[in-house]
Structures are given as structure tokens and as C-alpha cells.
């Protein structure tokens, strides 16, 4: 996915194939249980299918990690399916890169090609849905709801 910066992230559900192309240098995991053996270094944020992170701040310096590994690495996020977890993650990230919070899950779905059709659902009811994410609950809790999370993050690093 391109970023405004002009960097680039991959996205991608872990029960798929290997996509093709490079292997990332880094990768992002948010699933609920620890990965292991992968070939590349990656981090794993706790966090359950359509439910939160089980450690805010850890998932916020996660995305600032992956963000900031991204202007010199190949990054790849992931979940198990590549689309409520990968999808919320990756909006935060594009916060991080100067899209606005109130935007962000609509530049991702708007910018990601996907091959599948997606289930029509009231997303912002969900507890876990990607708009909460990135400006409801979690989204006050650090991880990119409006402009002065993303800054606080920005800064930090």
C-alpha cells in the first residue's frame, strides 16, 4: 500500500499464500497468539480477532516502529485474514504518515486492491472495527485518533 510519503507497506492475511514479491525485512503481527520461526524479524502485538489490543501502548510503539522501519526496509503487516486487523493497523500507520485520523480507513480501503468482496457490515458497532481503532477508544489511548496521537507518537520516536 503507498503512503503519502511515497512509502510503501504490504498488507496481508497469513492464512494466504506467500504473495509475491520480495520477503519483507520487517514485519508487523496482530494476532492473538505469538508467532514463531518466521525468516525475518517481525514484532507480535496480542490482539484477538474483533477485539482490541491487549497492550495499547505496546501496538502504538509497534506502528511507530513499522513506520519508521518503512523509510528504509521492506514492512508487511499482517493478521490471520488481512483485513480487520491488517486494514486497522495499517490505517494507524497511515496517520503516522499524515493522514488525517477521520480518513484513514477510507484511504486504506480506497487504496488497496483486493481480490475477494467484502462483507457489507455496521464496521462502526464493533468494538474492534477499524474506525473505533483509529479514533474511538484505542485511538485516545495512543494508537492515532485525530492529529496530537499521531504527533505524541511522531515525537517519541
Known amino acids: 500500500m503507498p503512503l503519502p510519503s511515497g512509502r510503501l507497506v504490504r498488507g496481508r492475511g497469513l492464512r494466504e499464500p506467500d504473495p509475491d514479491g520480495p520477503?519483507?525485512?520487517f514485519a508487523l503481527y496482530v494476532v492473538a497468539s505469538e508467532l514463531f520461526g518466521g525468516p525475518w524479524e517481525f514484532r507480535w502485538v496480542e490482539w484477538a480477532d474483533y477485539g482490541l489490543p491487549?497492550?495499547?501502548a505496546a501496538m502504538r510503539r509497534a506502528l511507530v516502529e513499522a513506520w519508521e522501519?518503512?523509510?528504509r526496509e521492506r514492512v508487511e503487516v499482517g493478521c490471520m485474514g488481512g483485513r480487520?486487523?491488517?486494514g486497522t493497523a495499517l490505517a494507524c500507520i497511515a496517520v503516522l504518515d499524515g493522514v488525517p485520523a477521520d480518513q484513514a480507513v477510507e484511504y486504506v480501503s480506497g487504496t488497496i486492491t483486493r481480490t475477494r468482496?467484502?462483507?457489507k457490515s455496521n464496521a462502526s458497532s464493533s468494538p474492534g472495527s477499524p474506525d473505533r481503532a483509529v479514533?474511538?477508544?484505542v485511538g485516545r489511548a495512543g494508537l492515532?485518533?485525530?492529529v496530537a496521537p499521531?504527533?505524541?507518537c511522531r515525537e517519541e520516536g
Open 23 to 25: 520477503d519483507p525485512e
Open 54 to 56: 491487549a497492550d495499547p
Open 69 to 71: 522501519r518503512d523509510g
Open 84 to 86: 480487520g486487523r491488517t
Open 117 to 119: 468482496s467484502r462483507p
Open 135 to 137: 479514533g474511538g477508544p
Open 144 to 146: 492515532g485518533g485525530g
Open 150 to 152: 499521531a504527533m505524541e
